[in-house]
């Protein structure tokens, strides 16, 4: 027969142990929210800072350095050596102590929206840390302050806005109390959703542009050749390099452009045979009047009047003319050869 009465003593040590195991749980994270999310048995020293408002600041708030928890406000009050500032004693971890120098500063932070605040202290390398009960200075306007009241005004700033909204003020005003212009906002999302569409298919160009793939390769290949013409270009290769980087084309190309300006501002001022034409209508009557007579002279040998038109139009008398060219050319030749036989020369004695 079972012994029930030790059974039931194992039971209640069971349940003893596993009591005690709990408080212990309990008692260490009490403990460890207590001492401002670091180590509740980690050495800690004492420093304290004075300020001139901390702004409902309490004990039991955090204290972090560079945003790193490595403390907790111990006791805030006003300070009996120091009249009219107010003294907030900090126990923080002992080793972070190298890095709490006289060049840190405190200021007051925010643990979050609701407004709980914390006690922030910046890292001071290169300074003399601060000793066990010493006092680390604390920087010259709380910046939690100004925020808070720049969030009042931006507060305000909105509640201005939403009153102006809910007046119909404005486009989003407009948007909620005027239907013509919602519903002028509806088609325009119609026809967005159209448009989208068509991108979405691919039968029309914008959708071909969007959705072919070999479009889409023959455009990166054109966009890389044009960045290879703008390399060489840069580089000085080709006319078009060589013109976009050697001085002296481009020195002698503002010569010839100088050069231009300089004709046609001669032209507008009526100066040279040009000028004169585009400017002076005597001299452009007279130029035309030429024309017209030019023309009715080639009108002329065209008909074959006159010695040219004849020249130019009858076969027969152009063949005569080169025969009897040819004629003087043997002539001359025969001349040259035996002078005597064509020329004498008399000579009478009266």
């Known amino acids: 027969m079972p012994d029930k009465s030790r059974a039931l003593t194992w039971t209640e040590l069971r349940v003893g142990v596993v009591v005690i195991l709990s408080l212990a749980v309990l008692a260490f994270t009490v403990l460890y929210i207590g ?21 409902g600041l309490k004990p039991g708030a955090p204290v972090r350095l560079g945003g790193v928890e490595v403390g907790t406000v111990t006791e805030v009050g006003f300070s009996e050596k120091f009249p009219g500032q107010v003294e907030v004693s900090l126990k923080i971890e002992r080793k972070v102590q190298d890095r709490v120098t006289s060049a840190s500063r405190i200021t007051l932070g925010s643990l979050g929206l609701l407004g709980e605040k914390a006690v922030d202290i910046t890292p001071g390398p290169g300074g003399t840390p601060i000793p066990d009960g010493g006092y680390v200075r604390a920087a010259g306007e709380d910046p939690f302050k100004g925020l808070l009241g720049d969030a009042s005004e931006s507060t305000a700033h909105l509640r201005r806005i939403l009153s102006r909204i809910d ?77 976009t980087q050697d001085a002296t084309i481009a020195h002698e190309m503002k010569n010839v452009s100088s050069t231009l300006n300089d004709i046609a501002g001669r032209l507008q001022r009526g100066e040279g045979s040009a000028g004169k034409l585009l400017t002076d209508e005597e001299f452009y009557t007279k130029m035309n009047s030429a024309a017209d007579r030019f023309d009715a002279l080639m009108q002329r040998l065209q008909k074959g009047e006159g010695t040219a038109g004849r020249l130019a139009n009858d076969p027969e008398l152009y063949d005569n003319l080169n025969a009897a060219a040819r004629e003087m050319r043997v002539l001359m030749e025969e001349i040259r050869k035996d002078p005597r036989k064509y020329l004498r020369v008399q000579l009478s004695i009266f």
């Open 35 to 55: 001492g401002g999310g670091g180590s509740p048995i980690a050495p800690k020293y004492e420093i304290s800072a004075l300020m001139t408002d901390v702004n």
């Open 167 to 243: 007046a119909g003020e404005g486009l989003i005003g407009k948007a909620l109390r005027d239907d013509e212009l919602y519903n002028r906002m509806s088609d325009v999302a119609v026809r967005l959703q159209t448009v989208i569409a068509k991108l979405e298919s691919p039968a029309g160009p914008l959708g071909r542009l969007v959705n072919d793939q070999q479009m889409a390769q023959q455009l990166a290949s054109a966009v890389s050749g044009m960045d290879a013409i703008v390399s060489r270009v840069q580089k000085g290769e080709g006319t078009l390099g060589v013109l």
